[in-house]
């Protein structure tokens, strides 16, 4: 069975700090990974995506994941976050065989300090 | 560019009535349509894929009964919400794909409320 867990429901952060969020995944094969952001009363943005390759991969406004098998884990990160970067970030997680099919963590809303 | 369009972006209906959301791809052909809805303060769930020349495959807990699925062409697709419900509010996003290893597109979602 395939599963998403992001283990922080919320992160606050101060502007201009460094931002991690986690994910972590269960999926015995080779998974394709996925980070979306959701801001208010809106749909879903793409940030960035891992199919194969080098494990570190570049997103939009300068997010970036690295992708560890060794701990299933799908981390997103930020060397300097922006208030406008507040919004729900969502990890997910889909396999070679049934690309069409998206499994969604539970999601993280991040806060941004002034 | 690519972009997939919903259709309504909001609407409300009376319990026990039904709804018919749209989605549309634009710049790209859509072989494949997912449907996810978003419950409140809860995470997306597939409701349904639909792709191109195979039967539409709803997951565990949604039915055809329920969600009726039509995807006529590389750029549209709609569904119903049937005999709607309380716990059928939410947001309902169209995700479209122009094939293998590609990017899912979202569209902006339809927001459902049931009265």
């Known amino acids: 069975a395939q599963s998403v867990t992001q283990p922080d429901a919320r992160v606050t952060v101060s502007e201009g700090a460094s931002l991690q969020l986690r994910c972590k995944y269960s999926?015995?094969?080779?998974?394709?990974l996925f980070w979306y952001v959701q801001y208010p009363r809106q749909g879903l943005q793409l940030l960035l995506k891992y199919y194969s390759g080098d494990p570190v991969v570049q997103g939009v406004n300068s997010f970036e994941a690295e992708f560890s098998k060794s701990n299933s884990s799908f981390h997103l990160q930020k060397a300097s976050v922006h208030w406008s970067d507040s919004a729900v970030y969502f990890c997910?997680?889909?396999?070679?065989?049934?690309?069409?099919?998206?499994?969604f963590g539970q999601g993280t809303k991040l806060s941004i300090k002034p | 560019g690519a972009l997939v369009y919903q259709y309504p972006r909001r609407t409300i209906c009376k319990s026990g009535t039904s709804m018919r959301m749209e989605c549309q791809a634009v710049?790209?052909?859509?072989?494949?349509v997912a449907w996810y809805r978003q419950s409140p303060q809860k995470t997306f769930e597939l409701i349904a894929l639909?792709?191109?020349?195979?039967?539409?495959?709803?997951e565990q807990n949604f039915t055809q009964e329920k969600f009726p699925i039509s995807h006529p062409n590389l750029s549209f697709s709609s569904m119903t919400v049937l005999n709607a419900y309380l716990e059928d509010r939410g947001l309902y996003l169209c995700g479209a794909r122009p094939g293998p290893y590609a990017e899912q597109f979202f569209g902006p979602g339809t927001r459902l409320t049931v009265l």
């Open positions: 639909s792709t191109v020349n195979s039967a539409i495959k709803y």
């Open positions: 999926y015995s094969a080779t998974p394709y």
């Open positions: 710049g790209f052909q859509a072989t494949s």
């Open positions: 997910a997680l889909s396999n070679l065989y049934n690309q069409g099919k998206l499994i």
